[in-house]
């Protein structure tokens, strides 16, 4: 099948929808599939066409909301190049700038769309209205967002049941809605993959002693993701253990005032930020920790407590959906609902050897169930299904091409 993957963000974006789409480009390659992208430039407002991977990059104006550039919605110069890639199917990861123009290419082509959903935008309204008008701005986001998932696409992924309950009981989306959670590359965050040389190389950057207990946080170093919620909880943490640390490893506009609470709560020599970590090396800083904590209520996805996971570390998370069917409480990790089951949860696992070690293994094992190949799997069961029908089980998926969509279309394929 030939594929094209439309986004706003690709790397060297560094962020959780960067990185699922990556995974999945690549695990579609794998399996035989062409897979193309139109994505934005973040570098300049040029084209860029790279043609050796498939990769079209189109100039955007910055948006002034982290590293995000907004491009036209039609840009000319790109569509010769997309129509000589005689697509069978369009996957928008983005509901406006490029995600408008992966609808009208798949309109003017004749292409089924599937769209996947990554991000509660309510959440986000904060960082353009600066606190005004957000009522208002809300409900603009939900109607944008119903528009473009329901009116426009063959058929809507998401990766949680908390973003497919947002669309069937508060926005009463009527249309098909497939719940795939985002995969990953399970492999580079392995232990046995790591050099243990490297790991005390990155301990003795950031000053980590070897009986230093390591509490991991990775993320957009921003309001939203709660990191003044683990930082407060490292006063009454400490008190019990001296030696615990607080890693936060990301990049965000909240930088300087988390650091600023850190040292306001006097814990600033046990908390270190390391920035901005590049997405390809970020297996090597998940070695450093000892347990991975996200008190984060705005994901669609966690995919970050899988990652931990896959390198065995326990997962205290936040009791939320978007983290219940990965975060098996009691398990492979421990839920919370306030900052005294939080804080609890840091101690026990810390003080119960036993406990910690059964986590450890079962946290691997989960891990392994999220693989990209499964994900891949999963995603190409809906593209299927928006082109009309599965192949036969005698053929192999890869020979579907564009040749096949008249067949397809007249309900023979499959069949």
């Not at 947002?166 to 046995?192: A, M, Q, S, W």
């Not at 002693?209 to 407060?232: C, M, P, Q, T, Y």
């Amino acid at each position: 099948m030939r594929i094209g993957i439309f986004s706003d963000t690709y790397p060297p974006y560094i962020n959780g929808v960067s990185t699922s789409i990556e995974v999945l480009r690549n695990a579609l390659i794998k399996m035989g599939h062409e897979v193309f992208v139109v994505t934005v430039n973040p570098e300049s407002l040029h084209y860029d066409f790279d043609s050796e991977n498939g990769i079209i990059r189109l100039p955007g104006i910055p948006v002034g909301i982290y590293d995000y550039r907004l491009t036209s919605i039609y840009p000319i110069k790109a569509i010769n190049k997309i129509k000589e890639w005689d697509l069978d199917i369009i996957h928008s990861h983005t509901e406006f700038g490029v995600g408008t123009f992966a609808r009208i290419m798949a309109k003017q082509l004749d292409i089924p769309i599937v769209h996947t959903y990554h991000t509660m935008y309510e959440d986000y309204v904060h960082y353009i209205t600066k606190g005004h008008f957000d009522a208002a701005s809300k409900k603009t986001v939900e109607y944008l967002t119903k528009f473009y998932c329901d009116k426009t696409v063959s058929e809507l992924i998401v990766p949680t049941k908390k973003t497919y309950d947002l669309f069937k009981e508060k926005y009463e989306y009527d249309r098909n809605i497939h719940i795939v959670p985002t995969g990953i590359e399970v492999e580079p965050f392995y232990i046995e993959n790591n050099d243990a040389k490297e790991t005390a190389r990155l301990r003795r950057k950031y000053g980590l002693n070897k009986d230093d207990f390591v509490i991991l946080s990775v993320g957009r170093v921003a309001s939203e993701k709660s990191f003044d919620f683990l930082i407060k909880s490292q006063v009454n943490i400490i008190k019990k253990n001296k030696k615990c640390k607080l890693l936060i490893i990301g990049d965000g506009p909240d930088m300087d005032t988390f650091k600023a609470l850190a040292q306001k709560c006097g814990v600033d020599k046990n908390v270190i930020f390391t920035g901005k970590v590049p997405h390809e090396i970020i297996g090597k800083y998940y070695q450093l920790g000892d347990v991975f904590a996200t008190a984060s209520h705005t994901e669609t996805q966690g995919l970050t407590p899988l990652e931990a996971m896959a390198a065995s570390i326990p997962v205290v998370a936040l009791d939320d959906e978007a983290f219940r069917d990965v975060v098996l409480d009691g398990l492979n990790g421990i839920s919370f609902h306030t900052p005294k089951e939080y804080e609890d949860a840091i101690i026990k696992l810390m003080t119960d050897h036993k406990l910690y070690d059964k986590m450890s293994r079962q946290a691997r094992i989960n891990a392994e169930a999220h693989s990209s190949k499964y994900y891949a799997e999963k995603v190409l069961d809906v593209y299927y299904k928006a082109l009309g029908g599965m192949p036969d089980e005698g053929r192999p998926k890869k020979t579907f091409s564009s040749r096949m969509k008249n067949v397809i279309k007249k309900g023979l394929y499959g069949k």
